[in-house]
């Protein structure tokens, strides 16, 4: 990887400042950026996009830095566009929380003979002057570096691929529509339906022939985390839904788990981030269960406290099932009292 120029620039709304920075401590600086777009260019995204229809001046400025055309005019540009867009966010959302003043890294790298990444990534600031001044000696992790990035692959002259890349708990919006002029390219809906399928497919069905309580428990939670409102993050469902699990057997390997679920949004083709849409896996969630011949459990949805809910019971006569429900309840009353 060769870094063919980065421009830097402090972005404050509270004092309406976009000002190119300048620093002395040049090893310091490079090592920083290179560890930064390192880890930016090591990344899949969170989402695949393309620039939306009838959009112009951002397109504008990734073809003039390919040509090479007057790099600082266009990162200027840039800068000065950030600090607009991000001023009308923080009017729009400042009652839920501030914008954090930033440092806007304008990068274009060469990483082969024919593939080069134009990276536009805002860093913490004061964790960058630190860093920058050599006061932090260890490197610091992605997380702490950096709020949003950026990335567009330019293959022979032109962009072939751009992706978004985002630390906070909800993916800013104003970055990605106001601020890049850009579109997704699959959908919200699309990406729920591929989504869950791929999860059904390799996480949840190759467990339930041979672990069936822990394929219903694992169902469950996952069922519930679609049905739930708000974003999905591919990383949350890993690192909460399925690495948190304590499985009834102890052959059920979880760090095999979260490795497939790394591997699933290349394999289904699928974002990383997206907003659910609930009503799309409505009709699938049903799951049943085999009591008997004669009996079959059809659970049409996620079941809040299966231990709770469900209870094993046995006497004399034999090996039970107890299900909490005053219906289920009251009709078996009725059997006994007839």
Known sequence: MEIIFNRLYKIDVDTQSAAQEQFQEHDNLDNYIMDLLEKVTEEEG?????YEEGSTTIKSILDDIIQGDNYDNYCS????????EETVAQERYGHLHDIQKGMLIVSYVQMTATENKIIISKADYDTFIEEITGQIKSGLPLKKKIFKAFVANVSRGNVSKMVTYDMNAKVSKYWWKEFLELSVIRGDIENMETAFNAIQSDILN???KKYESDYIHLWNASIAYFRA???FNLNHYRDEIIGNYVPFNNDIAIESLKEKCNKLPQKYGFDVRFEKVPSVISKKT???????????????????N???????YEDEDGKYIMIQSEKGYNFAQKLRNE
């Open 229 to 231: 409102t708000g974003e």
């Open 77 to 84: 540009l840039l800068a000065s566009r950030l600090l607009q």
């Open 286 to 304: 049903e799951k049943t269960l085999v009591l008997s011949e004669e009996i079959e459990l059809v659970m049409k949805h996620d079941v809040a």
């Open 206 to 208: 190759p467990l339930k």
């Open 306 to 312: 299966l231990r709770k809910t469900f209870k094993p």
């Open 46 to 50: 969170d989402r695949l996009y393309k």
